[in-house]
């Protein structure tokens, strides 16, 4: 069975800081893995995802993640937060099967302060 | 090419009554997916859907829940005889039919509140 752990449920941290989100997951099979965000009252807006190749993934806002097999993460970080980063972070994994359902983790609240 | 549809996005219902939640999958998505976001916890899955069919709900509760995907018109989730303990976000997700089926998008969901 595949299960995903955020380890940090709420992270704090000041404006233009960098930021690091904690991900692992464990699986018995190759798996593929996302990292959605969450504003307030909003769904989900996939940020990254790893599938394959290259084991550095990056978004189009700044965030980038490292998938790293032998200990089994996928942390997520950015360089230099904005007040607009404030949301809530998933990371999901899911198996290289069709229709693959989607393993979430508890999430991770980011708290961005000026 | 518009994003996952849900309706409604808030729905009230008092206990015993039925709710409706509707899903319109991205055009080209044939595949859908329903998650459940209880107050202060993750997402869990409850049922995967193609077009007429059920592939898996082994997440799905075994009373009062069920789900369909119709050949014409929205997928269905639909939870009878509703108890508090049901009232939350019921997200929606969709993946294409071909490249990038590993892919899922949402919804921004429907947030059902049990009077």
């Known amino acids: 069975a595949q299960s995903v752990t955020q380890l940090d449920s709420q992270v704090p941290v000041f404006e233009e800081a960098p930021v690091e989100l904690r991900c692992n997951y464990s699986s018995s099979v190759s798996v593929y893995l996302f990292w959605y965000v969450q504003y307030p009252n909003q769904g989900l807006q996939l940020l990254l995802k790893?599938?394959?190749?290259?084991?550095l993934v990056e978004s189009i806002n700044g965030f980038e993640a490292e998938f790293n097999k032998s200990q089994t993460s996928f942390h997520l970080r950015k360089p230099s937060v904005h007040i607009s980063d404030t949301a809530e972070y998933f990371c999901a994994v899911t198996s290289g099967n069709q229709g693959g359902k989607l393993i979430f983790g508890q999430g991770t609240e980011l708290s961005v302060k000026p | 090419n518009a994003g996952v549809m849900q309706n409604p996005r808030h729905l009230v219902r008092r206990r015993g009554q039925e709710a409706r939640l509707r899903c319109s999958p991205m055009?080209?998505?044939?595949?859908v997916y329903w998650y459940r976001q209880l107050p202060e916890e993750g997402l869990k899955f409850m049922v995967y859907?193609?077009?007429?069919?059920?592939?898996?709900e082994s997440g799905m509760p075994k009373e009062r829940f069920s789900a369909e995907f119709p050949k014409e018109g929205p997928s269905i989730l639909r939870i009878q005889q509703v108890v508090r303990g049901d009232s939350a976000a019921y997200f929606c997700?969709?993946?294409?039919?071909?490249?990038?089926?590993?892919?899922?998008?949402f919804g921004p969901g429907t947030r059902l509140t049990v009077l």
């Open positions: 055009k080209g998505h044939s595949h």
């Open positions: 997700a969709s993946s294409p039919d071909q490249g990038g089926w590993n892919t899922q998008y």
């Open positions: 859907l193609q077009k007429e069919n059920i592939i898996d």
């Open positions: 790893y599938l394959s190749g290259s084991t």
